[in-house]
Nanobody, 126 residues
Framework: QVQVVESGGGSVQAGGSLRLSCAVS????????MGWFPQPPMKERAGVAA???????AYADSVKGRFTVSKDNAENTLYLEMNSLKPEDTAMYYC????????????????????WGEGTQVTVSS
């Protein structure tokens, strides 16, 4: 059974940085896709960054140049480095996993993922 656990959230001022981590366990094969899906208050969850087992990435336009997704295969951990944070980045950030390589156009689609963490809160103040 695949499990993911997020950590690293917190409160920062606008312009600051945070790094989120997602510990992954139970992936049944070496083919997978993982992503980060923030959900602001009263809004739907939407993907901002994803990476697959071959290291191919996808980013939402809103975070390009500011966020970087990466993975450490030895540590079975997914990361999201967030720089130049804005108040509109405030959200509960969920890590998600899918046990196959998603087509590029699907990597930021929440409906394509079948394993979710509990989330970690990110708050950016102005």
């Amino acid at each position: 059974q695949v499990q993911v656990v997020e950590s690293g959230g917190g409160s920062v001022q606008a312009g600051g940085s945070l790094r989120l981590s997602c510990a992954v366990s139970g992936l049944p094969s070496r083919f997978y896709t993982m992503g980060w899906f923030p959900q602001p208050p009263m809004k739907e969850r939407a993907g901002v960054a994803a990476i697959d087992s071959d290291g191919e990435t996808a980013y939402a336009d809103s975070v390009k140049g500011r966020f970087t997704v990466s993975k450490d295969n030895a540590e079975n951990t997914l990361y999201l480095e967030m720089n130049s944070l804005k108040p509109e980045d405030t959200a509960m950030y969920y890590c998600a996993a899918r046990d196959l390589k998603l087509w590029a156009g699907y990597r930021l689609e929440s409906t394509k993922y079948n394993t979710w963490g509990e989330g970690t809160q990110v708050t950016v103040s102005s």
